[in-house]
């Protein structure tokens, strides 16, 4: 097996990084961390020498390059099958990709009002109706799944939704978005992940801050 390389942003804002990373680190798979602070007066420029659209992550193995995160999770359930990153079942695992695709394409609201910051303190945002929605359809997303997977993951064991969604979780408990059981409880389980724990804590001693992240 050839050796893998994550190349991400800042572990306390970069959501799109968090993703993978938590996914290989979670399932025991072996990589390399590359971590290259944002530089965004320079529009990040410097991602071009490892992305053709000067966005992290990237993932590197070998002569592949595999940039955008859900392609990345994608391309290591291929890679991985044993760390069974999809459901099994043709109609869980299509429902699975279906919540993950519309993560990985919606929500732009909650994305623009919210952005992802661990370092911040808890302490409820007010928001206006378009983040509410996106709020109440999340909601809504993890309730079905759990009901039909008895949790505590989203189908049960830990796939590439919850990798998706991981990010969320963040966004949901900093800015107080939800006060709703069953997400404040899989957001329990997510964040007493020790993956989800040690992101955070390197997150925590980062030096850099990005001023229009910080709401």
Known sequence: MQDLELI???????????????????????????????????????????????????????????????????????????????????????????????????????RNACPMNMRRAVRRLEVGEPVRKDVSRITDIWTEALNCSGGPFLFGRFTIADAMYAPVVNRFHVYELTSDQTARQYMNHMMSLPAYEQWQKAAAAEPWVVEHEEV
């Open 8 to 110: 991400i942003g800042n572990k306390n804002y970069s959501s799109w990084s968090l993703r993978p990373w938590i996914a290989l680190t979670y399932c025991g798979i072996a990589f390399r961390e590359t971590l290259s602070p944002f530089d965004d007066d320079n529009h990040n420029v410097h991602y071009l020498a490892f992305s053709p659209v000067a966005r992290v992550p990237v993932l590197k193995r070998g002569s592949a390059t595999i940039w955008e995160s859900l392609a990345i999770l994608e391309y290591l359930a291929e890679v991985f099958p044993d760390a069974r990153l999809w459901p099994s079942e043709l109609e869980v695992r299509t429902k699975a990709r279906v919540i993950s695709n519309e993560m990985h394409a919606g929500f732009g609201a909650l």
